[in-house]
């Protein structure tokens, strides 16, 4: 996939919440210089008993591959104490997750695309119409804000204070 691909990534940590959030924005920061960053939610968790998330997504413009993306992040979660020998619903440090990479469609570098969890989480969905309420999801073909305003499930989200950098990036008013 040559050229520059408009890539969205869901952002998520239940253990000393605000410290993994900015440290994985200090790390997409650096990678890609400019962020665009949704809200940040509290949500709770989702296919196991946990402690609430923060959850937000944000879009970055790059040139590196599927495969070039998953490993930068699994190596970011790694090094902020991500631990992948526990089962798949607990709690976590960090979890990152490439949502949408451009138009692609399908199995890109071992990776779904454009991710399941869009259509099905609040947590993913809210954020990424809030960035990109007009951007098309590949495969239903709605747009984002759209999808979020026909959602409908039990899924509790709050928006929360949120600073990074020295500015507020999330309020709670909303």
Not at 55 to 71: F, H, K, P, Q, Y
């Amino acid at each position: 996939m040559a050229g520059v691909a408009r890539v969205y990534i869901s952002i998520g940590s239940n253990v000393d919440r605000e410290r993994y959030v900015t440290a994985a924005l200090d790390a997409l920061a650096a990678w890609f210089q400019k962020l665009t960053i949704s809200p940040v939610y509290d949500s709770e968790a989702v296919g196991f008993d946990g402690s609430p998330f923060l959850n937000l997504v944000v879009g970055v413009d790059t040139d590196l591959s599927v495969a070039e993306l998953s490993r930068r992040f699994k190596q970011l979660e790694a090094d902020n104490g991500r631990r992948r020998d526990v089962p798949k619903f607990s709690a976590r440090t960090l979890d990152l997750d490439i949502l949408t990479y451009g138009d692609a469609v399908g199995r890109v570098d071992g990776v779904e695309l454009p991710r399941g969890e869009i259509l099905k989480n609040a947590f993913v969905l809210r954020p990424l119409a809030d960035i990109a309420p007009d951007d098309v999801h590949p495969v239903c073909g709605k747009a984002y804000g759209q999808l979020w305003r026909e959602y409908s499930t039990g899924q509790k989200l709050r928006p929360v204070d949120f600073n990074w950098q020295g500015r507020q990036i999330s309020s709670s008013a909303g």
